[in-house]
Every structure is written in structure tokens, then in C-alpha cells.
């Protein structure tokens, strides 16, 4: 059985050169039909498939849709249309060829799963990086690889472009509300440590969206809340860490696959840190790591970081270095009427 170029999605660079440069004739695809194309044996490129085979597992108990065809197609969009019909023919082709036959498995079950454990080295480096600044050295680090980190950052940038809403709210004593010079910013001398600024130096904490902002602000019944709308008057370059794409990268480019996943992996621990809600004990020390971060990012070039809400279910959060790409656009006053509160019995040991 052969294959050719246009079995592969046209993103797909490494493996389509892969088969340009050994392809030593041309002919019909057996997979997608292509007339007088150049082919290669399947054999060929095997090997490459074997990385992406062994992220993924027989998940135990009922059946789902979630077919390795699947996750191939449409998540990594690995294929091209015209490759489709004859998909499973060539998995199993790649699949009867390698030495390992527990991929077998794998195309016998609508029930397969992600699974990638590894030990992480970003990880790791984010460990010894919270230890190193809160515990030894604040400013001068030893035990940490800015290089690297600065690389996974930079590709995950997102332009919200000029004209752009995002909200702010603040509680109030009445109905006359805030004025519009007390919804931005706080001065710097008042400005405190937070997860994601340092002391003295004030950032511009916004949300996508209204009911995000009353989360955020922990509004409570009969409440006022000012809320501010923003409005961007220029584009606004953010380092977003909402939803890094794992499926947007090329997953046969050598050695590419695992430090992709274990920089997600580290990014959404970094999300998870940054999006911790504050507590009243909480010790400032805990808050240096996250505040390097986002000094890194703003040393970059980023106007902003992006992270999820733990407030509010589906809210994104924004903490913007420089305020002056925006401007109040709306501001108005609401009461709060109702609050739900949820709450969840803490198992102790026996």
C-alpha cells in the first residue's frame, strides 16, 4: 500500500516533505486517489506515527465516539478530505507494521483516550523557580531556564484587536455610583500585591464579560456595583493562557510532540496559579512566582495576560500592564438581587 502528499493536511510540512524527499516514483494513491502523484510505501512512514500512538489508551468501561480516526481527523487534522474513505485502511496498514501490538487495540474500540504522563521539565523548572524566589534569591535566579520559557510564552499570543469591550466592576455605598476616574486602576501607592502585579505597580484587571466581573468583584445581596465598560483604542497584544491549542501544532516535527505537551501542561499549571481566587491569609510570598511571570510577559512585548475565572464557570479574566491602549466607553450602576452559593462537605481523614 502507498501514500502520497495529498493524504496529509496541508499543514502537515514535515511528513508531506518527508515523503517528497523519498519518493523515488510516481503513480496512484491508494488512499486518496491522487492520479500520477509521488508515493511512497507506507512503510515509510510508519515510524512517525509511533509518537502519537503512544499518547493515547484503551479507556475501560462504556463505549464512546472517541475512535483513534477520530482523534487523528479532527482533532490533530492530520489528513486531507480526499484521505477519509480509506482512513482506517491506513492506520491499520501503520498499525500491522509496528513492532508494538498493543496499537492494535487502539483501532478495535470507539473508546480510546489522551493520556500523557511524563515527567515534565517545565514543570520541574516551575517548581525550583516558586522555591528559588520565595525562599533564596528574589531577583538573580540559578535554578531556572528563562530561554525556554520565554519560547512557550511567545506562541501563545492573541490580538484583541481595536474597539474591543472588556468590564470592570467596583462595589459602591449608592445609586450615584462610581465616577469614571475611580474605575481604572488603583494609584501606585495604594496599589497592593496581587497574583498577578507587585506592589507599587498597578495593572488594569478586566473581564470579557459583565456576569464575570460581578463574580469577580464578590458581590453580595442589595449590593451597588459600578461597572465600567473598556473599549480598546488600540490593539492589544495578550499572552493568553485560557486554551492553548495542543492540536494546532505539527505532530511529526522531530522531537516537537512531547515538549508540546508537557509546555501545555505547564501552562495550564501556570493558568491555575494565577487564577487562584485570594484569600485574607494568604502570604504575599506566594504571589512573587506569578508576578515574575507576568513581568516576563510585559518584558516580552504582551500588553496584557489572559486567564480563566474560578469564580465564574466559562469567564475570562484579563490583567492589562498598560491601561493607556484603553478608555471607559459606559459606565453604569446596578443592584444585586440575588446571589447562589454553593458549598461542598470537607472530608477529613478517619
Known amino acids: 500500500m502507498n501514500c502520497c502528499p495529498f ?59 472517541n475512535t483513534l480516526h477520530h482523534e ?76 525556554e520559557l520565554e519560547e512557550i510564552l511567545m506562541k501563545n499570543e492573541s490580538i484583541y484587536k481595536q474597539g474591543k469591550d472588556f468590564y470592570r466592576a467596583r462595589l459602591c455605598d449608592s445609586k450615584a455610583g462610581l465616577p469614571e476616574n475611580k474605575m481604572g486602576k488603583p494609584p501606585r501607592k495604594k496599589a497592593t500585591s496581587g497574583r498577578a502585579n507587585p506592589s507599587g505597580i498597578p495593572y488594569l484587571y478586566l473581564s470579557l464579560d459583565e456576569d464575570t466581573v460581578l463574580h469577580e468583584v464578590k458581590a453580595f445581596h442589595y449590593d451597588f456595583v459600578s461597572i465600567a465598560r473598556f473599549k480598546t483604542e488600540k490593539d492589544l497584544k495578550i499572552l493568553s493562557l485560557t486554551a492553548p491549542d495542543l492540536y494546532e501544532n505539527d505532530p511529526f516535527m522531530e522531537g516537537n510532540l512531547k515538549k508540546t505537551l508537557s509546555a ?26 506569578t508576578q515574575y511571570i507576568c513581568e516576563l510577559a510585559k518584558n516580552l512585548g504582551f500588553d496584557g495576560i489572559e486567564y480563566s475565572s474560578t469564580l465564574y464557570t466559562g469567564g475570562t479574566n484579563i490583567a492589562v500592564f498598560n491601561d493607556e491602549r484603553l478608555s471607559i466607553d459606559k459606565l453604569k450602576v446596578v443592584e444585586i438581587k440575588n446571589v447562589s452559593v454553593e458549598s461542598e462537605e470537607i472530608q477529613y481523614d478517619s
Open 7 to 65: 493524504c496529509f493536511n496541508e499543514k502537515q510540512y514535515t511528513i508531506i516533505s518527508l515523503i517528497q524527499e523519498l519518493s523515488e516514483e510516481s503513480g496512484d494513491c491508494n488512499i486518496c486517489g491522487t492520479k500520477n502523484t509521488e508515493i511512497v510505501k507506507t512503510t515509510e512512514v510508519a515510524d512517525f506515527f509511533t509518537p502519537l500512538f503512544d499518547i493515547y489508551e484503551v479507556k475501560p468501561g462504556a463505549e464512546t465516539k
Open 72 to 147: 487523528f481527523q479532527d482533532k490533530w487534522k492530520i489528513f486531507s478530505e480526499g484521505a477519509k474513505p480509506n482512513l482506517n485502511k491506513l492506520l491499520r496498514n501503520i498499525v500491522d507494521q509496528s513492532v508494538n501490538s498493543s496499537y492494535s487495540n487502539l483501532l478495535n474500540t470507539h473508546n480510546v483516550q489522551f493520556n500523557f504522563i511524563e515527567q515534565n521539565e517545565f514543570e520541574n523548572d516551575w517548581d525550583q523557580l516558586k522555591t528559588e524566589i520565595k525562599e533564596k534569591n528574589r531577583f538573580f535566579f540559578r535554578a531556572f531556564k528563562p530561554d
Open 264 to 289: 501545555i501542561q505547564f501552562l495550564e499549571t501556570l493558568e491555575q496559579e494565577l487564577a487562584k481566587p485570594l484569600r485574607r491569609n494568604d502570604s504575599i510570598l506566594e504571589y512573587l512566582p
